[in-house]
Structures are given as C-alpha cells and as structure tokens.
C-alpha cells in the first residue's frame, strides 16, 4: 500500500480506495467485537464478578484501544483486516474485561468472590492461548505486518500490567509486583531520553518465551489455590527473568550504538 502512495493518480485513487475498504473491514470487526463483549459482560457478569463500574471502565478502555488501532491502520499494509487481528482484538476485549474489574471495580480484592476468579483465571487464560494464535494465524495467512506485530505487543503489554495490578488488590504479592506491568512502559519512556535505545533488535526467542512466563505467572495467580508464599516465588521469578530480558536488549542496543558511531 506505501508503494501506492508514491504512484502516479490512478494507482493514489486505487490505494485510497483500498485503505477505505480496509477501514471499513476493522470498524466491523471492531463494533462486532464490541457488541459480544457487551452482550457478555451482560449476561456473564455475575459470574465474572463484573459490576456496572467495572463494566463501564471495561468498555472505555476497549474503545480507546480501538481508537489507537484503527488510527493507525496505514502500518497494516494488506486489503482486509485478516484473521490474525480479528483474534488480536478479541484479546483486547477480554484485557479490557480483566483492566475495568482490577481499575473500576470495588469489589475486586482479598474479599472477592473465589467462583468469580477461577472464572476470570480461565478467560485470562484463555487469552494468553489466543496470544500464540494470532501470530500463527498470520504467518500462514501472508498476512504479517508492522500494524499487526504492535497491536500484538501492545495489548500482550496491558494484559501483563492490568495482572501486575490484580496481583497487589488480591493480595498476591507487595507493590513490588507492578515492575512487572511498568518495565516495558519504563523502557519506551527511556527510548524518548535515550537514543541508543531506539535502534532495532534482533529476532529473539528468549524474548518471547519469558514473555510467555510473565503471562503464565501472573495469570496463575488470579487462581484462589496460588496463595503466598507460592504466589510471592512466583511474582519474584517473573521479575527476575523479566529484568534479564530487558538488561540483555538495553546492553545490546548500547553496543550496537557504540559500534555504529566508532565506525562513523
């Protein structure tokens, strides 16, 4: 689609209308998936544990993902929305679900109701499976893209701080445990100071799997049967392996800028 911006006026009309077919291909993805997950809340809340607050809060910050989404769909590249996002979507719904009952909800704490949380451990869970999906998906679909790739990243990145949260209210953990959900927000504010930590890195499956451990962890400890001193080793782990990770790629980035401007 970029190449067909620097074309001649047919090929400009031609990418115009096909950035607006594709705009019209997320919105509906985007409303369908807005309508299930009011119809859930609706009649999952009592389950779920999901009052008005919470569900309020719940679809505002699914409408502000949506909004930052398809704001940026000209990094998509491709004529149709794909699979791969709608999943990625519907990951947004559910982080949305857990992020207005830990930020909304007064009920949500040591108090809440045990049923509630194995129900909600599971639609987390379920999440984190739909995290290994959406790649997949559009690896074999052709369909990978920058857009996507971000989207991914982004709501993989407010799950895992809407857990960290979930952690302190249940009394899972010490405030210590938000350095997990904060650490990659930490890291984009240092890119803004630091310019030697905006260059690329490299392809790491290191990366992805204590993504995966961050994930799991967390998510283990929405589970009523994960208590202290369990739940604690558990958080502690996360934060260890989390904090290598990133020591790893800021020590990388910093090389590679000190390499580029000796040979400069």
Same mark, same amino acid.
Not at 48 to 67: E, K, Q
Not at 107 to 133: E, I, K, T, Y
Not at 149 to 155: G, K, L, N, T, W
Not at 218 to 227: K, T
């Given at each position: 689609?970029?190449?067909?911006?620097?074309?001649?006026?047919?090929?400009? *009309?031609?990418?115009?209308?096909?950035?607006?077919?594709?705009?019209?291909? @997320?919105?509906?993805?985007?409303?369908?998936?807005?309508?299930?997950?009011?119809?859930?809340?609706?009649?999952?809340?009592?389950?779920?544990?999901?009052?008005?607050?919470?569900?309020?809060?719940?679809?505002?910050?699914?409408?502000?993902?949506? @909004?930052?989404?398809?704001?940026?769909?000209?990094?998509?590249?491709?004529?149709? =929305?794909?699979?791969?996002? !709608?999943?990625?979507?519907?990951?947004?719904?559910?982080?949305? %679900?857990?992020? $207005?009952?830990?930020?909304?909800?007064?009920?949500?704490? &040591?108090?809440?109701? *045990?049923?509630?949380?194995?129900?909600?451990?599971? @639609? %987390?869970?379920?999440?984190? &499976?739909?995290? $290994?999906?959406?790649?997949?998906?559009?690896?074999?679909?052709?369909?990978?893209?920058? =857009?996507?790739?971000?989207?991914?990243?982004?709501?993989?990145?407010?799950?895992?701080?809407?857990?960290?949260?979930?952690? %302190?209210?249940?009394?899972?953990?010490?405030?210590?445990?938000?350095? !997990?959900?904060?650490?990659?927000?930490?890291?984009?504010?240092? *890119?803004? &100071?630091?310019?030697?930590?905006?260059?690329?890195?490299?392809?790491?499956?290191?990366?992805?799997?204590?993504?995966? %451990? *961050?994930? &799991?962890?967390?998510?283990?400890?929405?589970?009523?049967?994960?208590?202290?001193?369990?739940?604690?080793?558990?958080?502690? @782990?996360?934060?260890?392996?989390?904090?290598?990770?990133?020591?790893?790629?800021?020590?990388?980035?910093?090389?590679?800028?000190?390499?580029?401007?000796?040979?400069?």
């Amino acid at each position: 689609m970029a190449d067909w911006m620097n074309a001649g006026p047919l090929d400009r *009309q031609a990418a115009r209308r096909a950035h607006r077919l594709l705009s019209l291909d @997320a919105y509906a993805v985007t409303m369908t998936v807005a309508a299930a997950l009011v119809a859930a809340m609706h009649f999952l809340g009592d389950w779920l544990g999901i009052d008005t607050a919470a569900a309020c809060c719940a679809f505002i910050i699914y409408a502000a993902i949506s @909004a930052v989404a398809l704001g940026n769909l000209r990094a998509h590249g491709h004529g149709r =929305f794909g699979a791969a996002n !709608i999943v990625t979507t519907i990951r947004a719904a559910l982080t949305s %679900v857990l992020g $207005g009952m830990v930020l909304a909800s007064p009920q949500f704490g &040591v108090s809440f109701d *045990q049923g509630a949380l194995w129900m909600l451990g599971f @639609a %987390v869970a379920f999440a984190l &499976v739909l995290d $290994g999906v959406d790649g997949f998906v559009a690896r074999q679909a052709g369909t990978s893209s920058r =857009f996507g790739a971000r989207f991914d990243m982004e709501i993989d990145a407010l799950l895992i701080l809407f857990l960290s949260l979930a952690a %302190v209210w249940l009394g899972k953990a010490g405030l210590w445990v938000l350095l !997990i959900g904060l650490m990659r927000y930490a890291y984009v504010g240092a *890119q803004a &100071v630091f310019p030697a930590l905006r260059g690329e890195l490299p392809h790491s499956m290191r990366r992805k799997a204590i993504c995966v %451990v *961050q994930g &799991v962890a967390l998510c283990l400890m929405l589970f009523p049967i994960v208590a202290s001193p369990v739940s604690t080793l558990l958080a502690a @782990a996360a934060l260890a392996s989390l904090t290598y990770s990133f020591a790893v790629d800021v020590i990388f980035l910093v090389s590679a800028s000190r390499s580029h401007h000796a040979a400069a």
